[in-house]
T-cell receptor
Framework: DTAVSQTPKYLVTQMGNDKSIKCEQN?????MYWYKQDSKKFLKIMFS???????INETVPNRFSPKSPDKAHLNLHINSLELGDSAVYFC????????????????FGPGTRLTVT | KQEVTQIPAALSVPEGENLVLNCSFT??????LQWFRQDPGKGLTSLLL?????REQTSGRLNASLDKSSGRSTLYIAASQPGDSATYLC?????????FGSGTRLLVRP
């Protein structure tokens, strides 16, 4: 009964390929996120979706396209992969997207380690 | 713009020692602060969430404190164990996302 799950856990691919990472949460949360953790272990937000609507897009190259088919799923598709895309990608969810009067606690998936060769 | 800093970047202590990890933030108008643990090659586990109206939050051997006026939070680990070895991250919500510090990598030596 995993709360936030991601597939695959590891992904090794060549430059120029297109790949997708999937995320699912069974917590009934309204908001889902994608974060990127670089080689220096620094975590930074990429996207946020609330009830299938995009609410954050943090200057991410348009080769990255998130898709939320429903509230429980947020997938990340990456076109024309580059060496610099190698990182660990974390999906997260939270019960509320607005801060005022809410707990705003995020729950993270196990991560997907992407290696581009 | 909120910035979150963690010092030290790495810490090595003998087993049994009490220790303090530090987290600083530039904008004191925070809603809450969350401490996470990340084991090598693994995801993030939420340890404690301390609301802006609280000064402390405790869970087992962990105690998090928050001083908004000075822009600081500390995570106190009592009687450290080798199993506590991990990277500890603090994070603050800002505009519908979490702003993370760079983490403190802790090694507890047997």
């Amino acid at each position: 009964d995993t709360a936030v799950s991601q597939t695959p856990k590891y992904l090794v691919t060549q430059m120029g390929n297109d790949k997708s990472i999937k995320c699912e949460q069974n917590l009934g949360h309204d908001t889902m996120y994608w974060y990127k953790q670089d080689s220096k272990k620094f975590l930074k937000i990429m996207f946020s979706y609330n009830n299938k609507e995009l609410i954050i897009n943090e200057t991410v190259p348009n080769r990255f396209s998130p898709k939320s088919p429903d509230k429980a799923h947020l997938n990340l598709h990456i076109n024309s992969l580059e060496l610099g895309d190698s990182a660990v990608y974390f999906c997260a969810s939270s019960p509320e997207s607005r801060l005022a009067g809410r707990r705003f606690e995020q729950y993270f998936g196990p991560g997907t380690r992407l290696t581009v060769t | 713009k909120q910035e979150v800093t963690q010092i030290p970047a790495a810490l090595s202590v003998p087993e049994g020692e009490n220790l303090v990890l530090n987290c600083s933030f530039t904008d004191s108008a925070i809603y809450n602060l969350q401490w996470f643990r990340q084991d090598p090659g693994k995801g993030l586990t939420s340890l404690l969430l301390i609301q802006s109206s609280q000064r402390e939050q405790t869970s087992g051997r962990l105690n998090a404190s928050l001083d908004k006026s000075s822009g600081r939070s500390t995570l106190y680990i009592a009687a450290s164990q080798p199993g506590d070895s991990a990277t500890y991250l603090c994070a603050i919500p800002s505009s519908y996302k979490l702003i993370f510090g760079s983490g403190t990598r802790l090694l507890v030596r047997p």
